[in-house]
């Protein structure tokens, strides 16, 4: 059976093992959602400590809803796997908004459609393996896109833009529009050469792709401190920067361990459903 590989790649598998990692992180999500919803009141006196891990788990409540939509990708069925991400989408984005609050519902939900439209694009064109997927590689390989796909994709970003229309962004247009679509293409990149990183059957070439990500991280966190501050060059390196940069660098952090978490437990699932299968040795001693 080749359901657990995908070319170098192992399928992240949707079973009772994966399930229970799943539920102890959504378990854990909560818990923590409770100690940091009301910014006054954190887990630790230090106030830098508790802005930081509010600004993780706003981080991982986001990446959640984008790694719920990536599960989805275990459903066959073009209409009803983007049918489950716009509920997804919609019940993830108003649980997130009703608990940190900061910025207008609308605005918060265009952010989040455009970062699950461009991962169903980029997963799908790097191919990032799918959850539950039992096609042999010549199948995936044969096409990326669907015509249903094509038309889902061209629908929502149609939208997408005529719905970006109807609020005022939370900075100067002219620095917020590059801003969002930095975002929208290299925040799926980023998962999807972690979730590869991590699903990889063997550990070479993992290295240098977690790396990769590392840099990007980095590199993304000053970029949004700047346009976030709208200094002027040259940038002035002071507090207000520098706390940009943490909030931005936790948000991004606790966004890609979501993933992490999901690539673990399809892997984990993936491993052991493998290690179960029976082997040509065992049955010729049988």
Known sequence: MEAGK???????????????????????MIVATWRTADPAHGIVESHEINFAFRCFIVGCWLGSIAVSCWIT??????????GLQVALVLVGVTSFWGTFSDDPWLSTLVD???????????????????????????????????????????????????SARDF????????YWPVLIGIWLTVPVATALLSQAMLLVASRGGLARVILVGFVLFLGSFAMAIFATEFEFPIEWND????????????????????AVA?????????????REPTPDRDTAN
């Not at 990692?21 to 378990?27: D, F």
């Not at 066959?76 to 796997?81: F, I, Q």
């Not at 005022?168 to 620095?175: D, F, G, K, S």
């Not at 690539?263 to 290690?275: D, K, M, N």
Request: proline residues 3%.
């Open 6 to 28: 995908q070319q170098t790649y192992l399928i992240p598998l949707l079973n009772r093992r994966a399930l229970v990692i799943l539920g102890s992180w959504a378990l854990a």
């Open 73 to 82: 990708s275990a459903v066959k069925k073009t209409v009803m796997r983007y």
């Open 112 to 162: 989040m459609v455009g970062i699950v439209l461009s991962q169903n694009v980029v997963f799908a064109w790097i191919a990032v393996p799918r959850w539950n997927d039992t096609r042999e590689s010549s199948q995936r390989k044969r096409r990326q896109f669907s015509i249903g796909d094509l038309i889902a994709i061209t629908t929502v970003f149609a939208l997408l833009l005529t």
């Open 168 to 175: 005022l962004p939370p900075i100067r247009a002219e620095l």
């Open 240 to 259: 207000l920067f520098f706390l940009y940069v943490l909030y931005y660098l936790m948000v991004f952090v606790g966004f890609l361990c979501a993933f």
């Open 263 to 275: 690539s673990f437990a399809g892997r984990l699932a993936a491993q052991h459903v493998e290690a």
